[in-house]
């Protein structure tokens, strides 16, 4: 192979590499910044301090607070409420399904009759 084509086949995957890299920055300095406003467990002192470590140290300080981040804060899960979507079930089905439940013991006999008013019955 010539000299000058390995030479330019190179840079090509140096630079392929490089830009790989970057994106990689990029994208964990977005999701970084993104779950720190997201949080809920966080000061607003604590929120500014990790936007100023991501800032000046944007690959570093994201790696930093990844490593850090506790893994239960409970953002990531999704909403959890005792019955499906509003309009999803009648109100006679939402109140067979509270009362399934309370039979299981997920809520209080308390939390049923709280429902059952609340649906009119």
Do not use: C
Request: proline letters at 5%.
């Amino acid at each position: 192979m010539d000299a000058p084509v390995l030479t330019l086949f190179l840079e090509a995957i140096a630079w392929i590499t490089v830009a790989a890299f970057l994106l990689i920055a990029l994208a964990v300095f977005i999701w970084v910044f993104a779950d720190i406003f997201r949080r809920r467990d966080l000061s607003g002192l604590g929120k500014a301090g990790w936007v100023l470590l991501i800032f000046v140290l944007p690959l570093i300080g994201g790696l930093i607070y990844l490593s850090t981040r506790p893994s239960g804060t409970g953002d990531d899960d999704p909403v959890i409420s005792w019955a499906p979507a509003k309009g999803a079930m009648t109100p006679t089905e939402e109140l067979e399904y509270a009362h399934g439940l309370m039979q299981k013991g997920t809520i209080t006999q308390g939390n049923f009759e709280e429902i059952k008013r609340n649906l009119g019955f």
